[in-house]
């Protein structure tokens, strides 16, 4: 029997999923890993005005190269915050610099940036993996990041009505998929159960092909 893989949430649960657990960087460094529990670091674009930003870089390669973390994450651009978006951007490819020289794979939050971080992931050759959390961006955006090792992880989004990506979400290569609860009270098994609706799937099927794909892109199992 598969796991639920859990690729990014903020309150991970006590059971035999398999979930990266998001730290934030203004909570204590306390990283205790199970057996199925793995964690993220970064900072978040909400918080680059608020932080100490050579403090947060020193924490965050020390983090890395301690391997107590598995993933950069989650960084990213949103451009629907007040939030100084030139400040975003250089944090942002700071840390992706970072997750590239240690060979990490980075977990990204974007909000009407999928331009932006296109033009990054084209200038710097980005080749690690890259898993945008709540991917919302329409079909020609998954077209030009599938170019890159990049995989689209859903969550409470699926339950959204007029979201973009349901016009194509049948589309999306398997193999580039995963699925998260992020901050949201909802459950990875209902997560997965409308995954297989809208896409018409056995749930084993869907449990299966995240479980290898968390295999291949963190090398963990």
């Not at 977990?107 to 050759?125: R, S, T």
């Not at 409470?156 to 699925?179: P, T």
């Not at 949201?184 to 290898?212: F, G, H």
Request: glycine letters at 2%.
């Amino acid at each position: 029997m598969n796991f639920f893989v859990n690729i990014h949430t903020h309150t991970a649960g006590k059971n035999t999923n398999i979930c990266i657990n998001n730290l934030n960087f203004d909570s204590k460094l306390t990283i205790s890993q199970s057996e199925n529990h793995f964690f993220s670091f970064g900072l978040h674009p909400w918080d680059v005005e608020n932080a100490n930003l050579e403090h947060f870089f020193l924490s965050l390669e020390q983090q890395i190269q301690k391997k107590s973390i598995v993933a950069v994450g989650e960084i990213g651009l949103d451009k629907a915050v007040v939030c100084d978006f030139s400040l975003q951007s250089s944090v942002f490819l700071e840390q992706l610099k970072l997750a590239q020289k240690f060979n990490f794979p980075v977990i990204i939050h974007c909000v009407k940036a999928y331009l932006e971080i296109l033009e990054i992931l084209k200038k710097q050759k980005v080749t690690i993996p890259i898993i945008f959390h709540q991917f919302m961006g329409n079909y020609e955006i998954y077209r030009q990041l599938i170019k890159f090792n990049s995989y689209f992880s859903f969550g409470k989004n699926l339950f959204l009505e007029k979201a973009k990506f349901f016009q194509y979400f049948d589309k999306i290569e398997l193999s580039r998929v995963f699925f998260e609860t992020d901050d949201s009270e909802i459950s990875i098994e209902s997560v997965y159960e409308q995954a297989s609706k809208l896409l018409n799937l056995d749930i084993e099927i869907l449990k299966a092909q995240a479980y290898q794909n968390f295999n291949i892109v963190f090398r963990i199992k």
